[in-house]
């Protein structure tokens, strides 16, 4: 039997109805969000860049919107342990995860549970650092292009340091060997910590990382530095000229924070994340604790965000394919 036109408008206003139900149920959820204490997931030991800028982040958060922040510190795995963390929590805004670029790496040297692009949701970019190249002062070079002949003259001789294999300046030694034809050796590390004090001690020859690692022992004169990366110079550096007034431009290596989310957070909460994040970064006293850890503050939108760590994603991989580096690297 035909249903009747009654009928039909009947099951029509019942699904208009369900269906205004759950938007208005989503909406007020969202409207009261955050109803708990946010946790801020980070990759982590305490200490270090991304374990400040974390606790900063939770601290602006909880300023804002009066609910406590409490860090995890989940470090180890090469990042995987805090990122599975994250994909185990509930999708409601209270679980955020504080990252940086060696994030989007790891996926793509060691077996992780997740899936990068498919399991997180971008919500905001908090800053960037460049990198700093420098040297041991034993090293017979002053600037980009001697290096870049010493190299040539001496290949696989010289050696540098990272921070470990599948790290940004790992990475970012190879695009330099790439660019411009050297084989320099890569020295790989557990931090950045151990690797400076060999380069210290003479035991390596150069090491790209950030800037707030060096500065210290800059001053002192126990390493050089010959350029950094980015369009422009350090202001603590001004002597130190970017790559591409070096002679090598093209040359683009940094190191950026962000926070990620659960993918199935409701874009209303992320998009309200984002914005308050972004509301605090634009304010003068966060951005001044920022610059004092040798970051630039980086305001983002979800999207642009989301497009960030697809390019450089597809950057790392192409790096990786072509420098033919694997895990033991």
Known sequence: ???????????????????????????????????????????????????????????????????????????????????????????????????????????????????????????????????????HPSVPANNLKELIALAKARPGQLNHASAGSGTPGRLALEMFNIMTGVKITNISYKGAGPALTDLIGGQLHMFLNIPLNFLPHLKNGKIKAIAISGDNRLPALPNVPTFTE??????????????????????????????????????????????????????SSPDQYAALIKADTAKYARIIKTANIRIED
């Open 1 to 135: 039997m035909m249903p009747t036109a009654q009928t039909v408008a009947r099951a029509a206003i019942a699904v208009t109805a369900a269906t205004l139900f759950a938007f208005c149920g989503i909406c007020a959820a969202q409207s009261a969000y955050p109803a708990k204490p946010i946790r801020i997931i980070i990759p982590n030991p305490p200490g270090g860049a991304t374990d400040l800028l974390g606790r900063l982040v939770g601290r602006k958060l909880t300023d804002s919107w009066g609910q406590p922040s409490v860090a995890e510190n989940r470090g180890g795995g090469n990042g995987i342990i805090a990122g599975e963390a994250l994909t185990r929590s509930a999708p409601d805004g209270h679980a955020l995860l504080l990252v940086s670029s060696t994030h989007i790496i790891t996926p793509l040297l060691h077996a992780a549970p997740y899936d990068t692009a498919r399991d997180f949701a971008a919500v905001a970019t908090v800053g960037t650092s460049e990198f700093l190249l420098v040297l």
């Open 246 to 299: 070096a002679g090598l431009p093209g040359f683009e290596a940094r190191y950026w924070y962000g926070v990620l989310a659960p993918a199935a957070t409701p874009r209303g909460i992320v998009e309200k994340l984002s914005a308050e994040i972004g509301k605090h970064l634009a304010t003068a006293d966060f951005k001044e604790r920022l610059l004092s850890l040798g970051v630039d503050p980086m305001i």
